[in-house]
């Protein structure tokens, strides 16, 4: 499994028939993502549906 699996912005497209990041970026944060040099993604979430309700 990889880090984008377990994260919350990592949905099923029907039009691409497969799973891609859904990050809502804007046009500068785009080209700053896509020209990182890290292994690290700077937005990612956990994707865990029980996390809200652990803390109540």
């Known amino acids: 499994m990889t880090k984008c699996e377990g994260c919350v ?4 497209d029907e039009n ?5 990041c859904d990050m ?3 046009e500068d944060e ?3 993502f ?3 040099q890290t292994d690290s993604c700077p ?3 956990p ?4 996390l809200t ?4």
């Open 9 to 12: 912005f990592y949905q099923y």
């Open 16 to 20: 691409y028939d497969d799973y891609v």
């Open 24 to 26: 809502d970026l804007d």
């Open 30 to 32: 785009m080209v700053r």
């Open 34 to 36: 896509l020209s990182s």
């Open 43 to 45: 937005y990612w979430r």
């Open 47 to 50: 994707g865990d549906d029980y």
């Open 53 to 56: 309700a652990r803390r109540q």
